[in-house]
C-alpha cells in the first residue's frame, strides 16, 4: 500500500513529485469522456519512467498472439486497445536546458484532478542547472461537452532572464503500444498537415483498417500578444509548432493553448476523415479555452447530480468513491452500444479487450440503476450483437446446436485470451450474461427485450450448460468437469459450487422465460423457435439437469464447498501469510497458489450475492464466515462482494474493512499493480457496496426496497436512485433514512419489511438499523 | 499412418520421391554417431518443404521464452538444440538448370539407409527441362569409428552431352532454428578459411559461448582425374568451392568426395578451436572414403553384435525394431556423462533440451542390459551432476531445507520448460530419477554408488515429496494435490495414484538406502549426513507419509484409480472417438480433452509396470482391462509399456498391437507429428515390450529371470543381454528358449520359476509358453 496522495472529498492532490510512482499517478490522475482518454502523464519531455498513452474507444489492433505451447482452440490473436496520438505534448528547451522533471531540480510541485470539474491541472517549479528558476502552470481536460474535444492550457512564468526559449507544440503519431507482443507498430501514417495553427494526423491501424484522425489548434502568447511559429515541421507522424525567442525578461509568461479534436472511425467515414476541412469546427474555433473548459464542467455538474455517492464523515472513504464514480463516468456512460467497459478504461494498457464478465457481473448495477431504461439497454444489447460470434466460438469448442460461449475477453465478439484454463474453462462467464439480462428486465420491467434479443441469448447459453454438464454415474447427479471459477487460483476443477448453481439457474430462469413468452407473444416465441431451430425436448432435459445438479456442501453446515475436494487442502486462514508473500501471483509459485485454500476473489460468495433472494441469512452468515478469512482479495472484483454480504449480516468491520479497499485500491495502490492502470470495472463495486450493501437496496414486487444498515460513525450517506423513471434521492444518517423522488405521482417503497407511499414533492423519514461496532468477545 | 518405405530387415527403403512426405523421410533417414548428427535432408538444393538440420550434441542455445501470460517460478529460456553448420551442401547448375528436385523431372529416385552399416544413399535420375537426363549418385555416413568426421560421397552421371556445368560445394554456417522464438539468429562467426582442397568455419554462439569448428576436404574428380576449383568463396559463415566445366560428355561421371570433421567445444579449448592448422588429421587426410566407410562399418557390426534384437518371422517388426536400435545407437552411447538423450536425438528441433524423465524412465532399460557398468553409472551418474540446480529449483518454487525438484526439461540441470501444469506440476519426473538409482543398484550390484551420490539424490527426492504431500484431515491420508501425472491430458488434479505410489516408493526405498549405508559404510553415511544436514526425525516422517499415503481405488475392484474424481467422467471406450478426432490434440480443444475419460500414455499401467514385483497378476489385468480401452497412445512413451505388460498377461492381440506402433512409431507416421523428428526416446521402450515383455526379462536373487511369452507366429527372437559383467544370448523359438553366455564360468539363470545353471561354453535349451490368438469368446 502507498498512501501519498492528500485526502480531500473533491480532488486527487499530488503535493510533491514522486518520481517513483509516476506510472501510478499517471493511471489514477487520467482522463476520459467515454470516447476517448489519457494517462495523466506530464506534457514535457520526462525521462524518467513513464507510460504516454492515449486511447480511442473502440479502436484495436488484433496483435499475434505470444504463445509457448499452442492449444487447439487457442485464438490467433488478442486484441489490444491502441496507444494514439500523443495531443498534449510540449517541449521546452531554455538557456541550451530541456525541461525534463527528471533531470531539473524541482523546488515545488502539485498535479490535482479536480473530479468534480473533470480538470487535471499542475503546478510545479524547477531550478534549472544554471541557477535559474520558472514556474509550469497547466491544465487539461477532455470535454464531456463536445465528446471529440481537449484542451490543454500551458503556461510557463520565468522568474529570471533567459537568454533563449524554445517551444515545441507536438502532435505525436509515432506511438506504439508498450504491450505489443513483437515490438510490432500498429499505425500506419495517412496523411499530416501543418500550418501557422492547425496540426492534422490521420493515421490508420494495420489489419482492422481503423482510421483516427487528430488535430489541434495550437496558439502561444505572451502578454495578449500571439507569438507565430518560427516554423512548422511536418513530418509522415509528427507535426510540430517550433517558437523560439531571443530573450525572456523575469517575470514573463508564455501561454500556448492546444485546442484538440479527435475523430474516431465510429463516428466518421473513412473519405470524411480524409477530406474535411483542416480547421476546428466553428463552435470550437470561436470559444476561449476557459469557455470551453467552463461548458466542460457544466455537464460533469450534471452528471454528478445523477451519480452522487456523497458521504459526510469519512473524507478518505469520500475521495475514493468519487474517484470511483468519475472513472467510470470517464470511461462508458452508456451513450454507445458499440463500446463497453474496459477493465483499464483509458488509464493503461494492461488486459486489452474492452469486454470481461466485469461488465455484468459488477458494472451493471452502477448504471442500471443510475440510467435511464434506454441507455442500460444499449449496455444489454451488446452481447445480443455478439451473440453469433459467441455461437461460433463454442463450435470451435466442439459444441453444437446453437450453444454460445461468450467470450472471455473480447472487442469484437471474438475470443482473444488464450490461457487454456481461463479462455476454455472459466466458463462461469456465460452465467453473468444470463443473470444481467434478468436483472435488466425485473428492475426496468422491459420483458419486451426477450423477444428482441434476450431470449436468444438466454437459450443460446442455457443449451451451452445443458452439453456441459453431463450425468455422473458415480455421484448420480449432473456434474461439470473441468472448470475455472470466478476464484481464478483455482484451475481445471469439477463441480465448482458457483459454476454448478448458476448454470442451473440460467436453465432454469430460461425455462421460465420461455414459457412466458410462449403465453405472452406467441407470435415473437414462434419466430424465434423457428430461428434457433428450438427442440420440444430441451426444455424438459434443461428441467432435469437444473433438478439434478450435483453440489458439493460440507457436511453437517450449511457452506457449499467451492469445488470437489476442497476440504483435501489445507485449511488455513489469510492471516497466516507472511508479509513478505503478498500478493501471492508475484511471490508464489503457480502450483503453489492452486494447491493452498487461498481464494482470489469471491466465489461461493459470488453466488450468494447474486444469488442472494434465494437464501437465509444463517446460509449466508456460516459461508461468509468459512470463505471470508480464506480470501486474499488479489482481485480488484472481490472486496465489493465481501463488504455488501458483511454490511447485510451487519458487520462493521468487515463492511468498512472491504469498502475500504474496494474505493480506494488504486489511491493506495492495494495490489502493487496500478501502474499497469486502474481497475476501472471494479470500481462499480464500490457501488454495489454502498447502495446494495449498505443502503440494502433490492427489488420487491417490482418497488424499490431499502434495507439499510448505516455505520454509525458516518454523518450521511446520500445518492440518487432511477428506478423506472422516477428518480429517487435517499439519504441515510446513523438515526434515520429520508427518501423522496422527482415524480409527480405517488411511489411506493418498502423500507425493510414496510411499504411506504411516498407522495410527491415530499419526502418520508424512517429509522433504521446502525451498524455498531461489535463487542469484543 | 502412412506405409510408403518398403519393408526390409536392415534397410529403409523409399523407392521413389514423395515430396509431401519429404520431412517424415528426412526425420527418418537422420544419421549420427551420438557427438553430432543429421536430418536425411538432400545434398542439392531443394526448394519444396524441407528442414536442413545439423544438430551437435550438447550445443544448445538459451532462447527467450514466448509466455503469454507469465507465471511467478516459470523459467527466463528455453534451452534450444542448435542448428549447426550444413557441410552436406552441393549445388549443381547445369545447361543454366539449378538441379532441385522440387522442379525438374523425378525419372526415377531410390533412397536408403542402410541401418546394418549406417549409411545413407541416394540414386535418382532426373530429366532436366531440355530433355537432357542425368543420375545422382550419393552416400553418406557420419563415422562411428572416428567420432569427429563425417563423409560424403557424391557423384554426378550425365546420359547426354551438356554444354555447361558447375558444381559448387558448399560448407553452410549461416543456419537458424526453425524453432527459434523470435527469429533470433543464434551463431556469431570467429573465422572462416578456404584453400585450394579446405574449408573451414568457426562460430560461436551468442550467449553461451559455444564454439563449433566445421572443416571439409574437397575433392571433385572424373575418370580419375581431379579437378581443380575454379574460385573459392570464402564469406564470414560461408565457404564455396566453386568447379565449373564448360563441355561435358554423355557418360561423363563427376564424383565429389568431402571429408568433414566437426569440433566440439566439449572436446577443445577456445584457442585449439581458434587455432588448429587447417587440415584433416593425418589417418583422414591418407584415407580414401571407401576406407573409412569400411570402417565406419565395422564399428556398426560391433555395435550390432552387442544390440541387435533379431526377430524371423515378421519382417515389418524386424524393420521397425532394427529402426529403434539403429536411432538410439545414432543418438547416445553412454560414452559422455555430459550428455544424454534429447526426445528427438538429432532428427528434428522439436522441444529443444536434452533431457527429460523419458531417459529414466524409458531409456534406462535398453543402456541398462546392454551396456558395460561403468558406461551406465555415466548416464545414471548425470542426474547427480545436476542435483545443485534441482535444488535451486525446488527452492524457487518455495521447497527448503534440500529439498529438490529435477527439471521437466533441461540442458544443464536448469528448468526450461513453462507450461504450469507441466514445469511445477508434472513432478512425478522425480521418482523416475529415483526409480533408475534402483534398477542401476539391483541389476549391477554397485551399492557403492550410493555414496558416490545416489543416496544424496534420493535423499532431496525424498524431502521434496515430503514436503509436497500434506495430511488432509478430510481423508485422514496424506494427499498431493495439483499435479499432472504421466497422462497430460488430465492437468492439476488431486491425487494421481502413480504420482503417491511412486512417492511413497521413494520414500521407502530412500528410508531402505539409509538404513543400509549406515550400517555398512558409516562413514559415508556420516560425510552425506553431514552434507546434507540430516535431521533426525526426517526418516520418521517419511515412513508416517509413506505408510499412511491415499491411493483412489474403484470400489469393489482391484483397479487404482487414475486420480480423486476419476469415475465423475463419461467413461466410453478411445474406439468410440470418430476417426477424423484423431489424433485428440490435433482436434478437440484442450478442455474437451482434460474433461474425457481418455488417457494419453499409460498412467495407473506405468505405475504397475515399474513396481510390477508389488501387484499380482490378477491387479494388474483389472487394471489393464480397464484402463487400456480409455488409452490413445498419443504420446509416443504409452504403447511399448501396454505391449510390455499384455505381454505378461498373455495377451497375443495386445502385445503385437502396441508393439507394432512403438517400433514402426515413426515408420509409419502413428502420431502424424514426425516430420518434426523422430521420438528418440520412445524407441527404447521397444526394447522394453521385447525383451521385459516377451521374453519376461526380470532380476530374482541378483540372478536373470526370464519368462518368456513367445508370439505363435514368430520364428525366431534373438538377443543378447550384459549382466554384472557376462553377456548372455538368448533365442526364443515358439516352442523352446535357448540360452548361453560368454563367461569361463557356469552362471546361474532363473527361467520361470526354475533355477538353471548355465556352464561355459555350453547352452540351455527350456520349452516356454507360446502366446496364442485367442479363441473369440
Known amino acids: 500500500m502507498k498512501q501519498y496522495l492528500k485526502i480531500d472529498p473533491w ?4 503535493d510533491e513529485f514522486h518520481p517513483e510512482y509516476n506510472r501510478i499517478s499517471e493511471a489514477t490522475f487520467s482522463l476520459g469522456n467515454g470516447r476517448f482518454g489519457q494517462r495523466g502523464y506530464l506534457e514535457e519531455e520526462y525521462t524518467g519512467d513513464s507510460l504516454i498513452g492515449n486511447y480511442v474507444a473502440g479502436i484495436y489492433y488484433p496483435d499475434k498472439t505470444k504463445v509457448g505451447w499452442w492449444k487447439n482452440g487457442y ?13 498534449a505534448s510540449v517541449k521546452v528547451q531554455v538557456n541550451q536546458q530541456i525541461i525534463d522533471l527528471h533531470r531539473c531540480e524541482i523546488l515545488s510541485f502539485t498535479r490535482e484532478l479536480d473530479m468534480k470539474r473533470g480538470v487535471l491541472s499542475r503546478k510545479c517549479t524547477l531550478k534549472l542547472d544554471d541557477g535559474s528558476t520558472l514556474t509550469i502552470y497547466s491544465k487539461r481536460c477532455i470535454s464531456q461537452t463536445h465528446k471529440e474535444i481537449a484542451l490543454l492550457d500551458y503556461t510557463i512564468e520565468f522568474h529570471d532572464d533567459m537568454a533563449d526559449l524554445q517551444i515545441e507544440s507536438v502532435l505525436d503519431f509515432d ?27 490521420a493515421a490508420q491501424t494495420l489489419k482492422t483498417g481503423f482510421t483516427v484522425r487528430v488535430s489541434s489548434d495550437n496558439s502561444l502568447s505572451s502578454d495578449g500578444e500571439l507569438i507565430p511559429p518560427g516554423s512548422i515541421d511536418v513530418r509522415d507522424k509528427v507535426v510540430i509548432h517550433n517558437y523560439s525567442l531571443d530573450t525572456v525578461k523575469a517575470g514573463q509568461r508564455f501561454t500556448l493553448h492546444k485546442k484538440v479534436r479527435v475523430q474516431s472511425p465510429l463516428f466518421y467515414t473513412q473519405s470524411e476523415l480524409l477530406s474535411e476541412e483542416l480547421r476546428m469546427p466553428r463552435m470550437i474555433a470561436d470559444a476561449t479555452i476557459p469557455e470551453l473548459m467552463s461548458a466542460h464542467a457544466e455537464s460533469w455538474d ?9 458521504l459526510d464523515g469519512d473524507p478518505s472513504l469520500q475521495q475514493g468513491i468519487r474517484f470511483c464514480i468519475f472513472q467510470l463516468l470517464q470511461t462508458y456512460n452508456c451513450e454507445d452500444g458499440r463500446l463497453n467497459i474496459g477493465p483499464k478504461g483509458f488509464t493503461g494498457e494492461k488486459y486489452g479487450g474492452t469486454t470481461y464478465w466485469d461488465t455484468e457481473a459488477y458494472c451493471l448495477p452502477f448504471y442500471l440503476h443510475t440510467k435511464e431504461q434506454d441507455k442500460v439497454k444499449k449496455l444489454i444489447f ?10 461460433a466460438n463454442a463450435e470451435k469448442l466442439g459444441f453444437s446446436d446453437g450453444a454460445a460461449l461468450y467470450p472471455m475477453v473480447t472487442m469484437n465478439g471474438e475470443e482473444c485470451h488464450n490461457e487454456w484454463e481461463i479462455t476454455f474453462e472459466e466458463i462461469h462467464r456465460n452465467s453473468a450474461i444470463a443473470y444481467a439480462i434478468y436483472n435488466y428486465i425485473q428492475y426496468t420491467d422491459d420483458k419486451h427485450y426477450l423477444a428482441q434479443g434476450g431470449l436468444e441469448v438466454l437459450i443460446a447459453i442455457s443449451r451451452f450448460w445443458s452439453q456441459r454438464s453431463h450425468w455422473s454415474r458415480d455421484k448420480e447427479a449432473y456434474v461439470i468437469l473441468g472448470v475455472t471459477g470466478p476464484n481464478e487460483y483455482e484451475n481445471n476443477i469439477n463441480n465448482n459450487w458457483y459454476t454448478n448453481r448458476m448454470a442451473a439457474w440460467c436453465l432454469s430462469y430460461t425455462d421460465e422465460c420461455i414459457n412466458y413468452l410462449k403465453d405472452a407473444d406467441p407470435e415473437s416465441w414462434k419466430d424465434i423457435s423457428d430461428k434457433v431451430r428450438w427442440q420440444d425436448d430441451e426444455q424438459a432435459h434443461w428441467r432435469d439437469v437444473e433438478k ?14 467451492q469445488q470437489d475436494g476442497f476440504l483435501d487442502k489445507e485449511i488455513l486462514p489469510a492471516s497466516s501469510i507472511p508479509e513478505d508473500q503478498i500478493p501471492l501471483y508475484q511471490h508464489q509459485s503457480w502450483d503453489r497458489i492452486l494447491r493452498s485454500c487461498y481464494i482470489k476473489q469471491a466465489d461461493v460468495l459470488q453466488g450468494l450475492y447474486m444469488l442472494r433472494d434465494k437464501y437465509d441469512e444463517e446460509t449466508i452468515r456460516e459461508n461468509y464466515d468459512f470463505y471470508e478469512p480464506l480470501t486474499v482479495h488479489e482481485s480488484s472484483l472481490s472486496p465489493c462482494i465481501h463488504s455488501m454480504l458483511a454490511a447485510r449480516l451487519g458487520d462493521l468491520d468487515q463492511t468498512l474493512l472491504h469498502l475500504r479497499r474496494s474505493c480506494r485500491l488504486d489511491l493506495d495502490d492495494y495490489n502493487n499493480n496500478t501502474r499497469e492502470g486502474c481497475h476501472i470495472t471494479s470500481m462499480a463495486g464500490v457501488w454495489i457496496a ?20 448505516m455505520p454509525e460513525m458516518w454523518d450521511t450517506l446520500s445518492f440518487s436512485l432511477h428506478h423506472r423513471g422516477v428518480g429517487y434521492h435517499v439519504k441515510l444518517t446513523p438515526a434515520e433514512m429520508i427518501i423522496s423522488h422527482d415524480s409527480d405521482t405517488s411511489h411506493d417503497v418498502y423500507i425493510y419489511d414496510e411499504m ?22
Not at 302 to 310: E, F, R, Y
Not at 550 to 555: A, D, L, N, Q, T
Open 175 to 201: 506511438v506504439r503500444n508498450e504491450d505489443a507482443n513483437y515490438d510490432d507498430q500498429f499505425w500506419e501514417p495517412l496523411f499530416s498537415h501543418g500550418d501557422e495553427r492547425m496540426a492534422c494526423i
Open 75 to 87: 485464438p490467433e490473436y488478442f486484441a489490444k486497445v491502441l496507444n494514439a496520438a500523443n495531443w
Open 690 to 709: 454502498l447502495v446494495e450493501g449498505i443502503a440494502g437496496y433490492d427489488l420487491r414486487d417490482g418497488r424499490p426496497a431499502l434495507a439499510p444498515h
Open 756 to 777: 411506504i407511499t411516498v407522495a410527491s414533492g415530499t419526502s418520508h423519514s424512517h429509522s433504521i438499523t446502525t451498524l455498531t461496532q461489535s463487542e469484543p468477545s
Open 11 to 14: 480532488k486527487l492532490i499530488e
Open 302 to 310: 450534471k452528471l454528478w447530480t445523477q451519480h452522487d455517492v456523497q
Open 548 to 561: 439434478q445438479m450435483y453440489y458439493p456442501i460440507m457436511e453437517g453446515s450449511k457452506v457449499f464447498l
Open 382 to 391: 451488446y452481447r445480443y450483437r455478439h451473440l453469433p460470434q459467441a455461437i
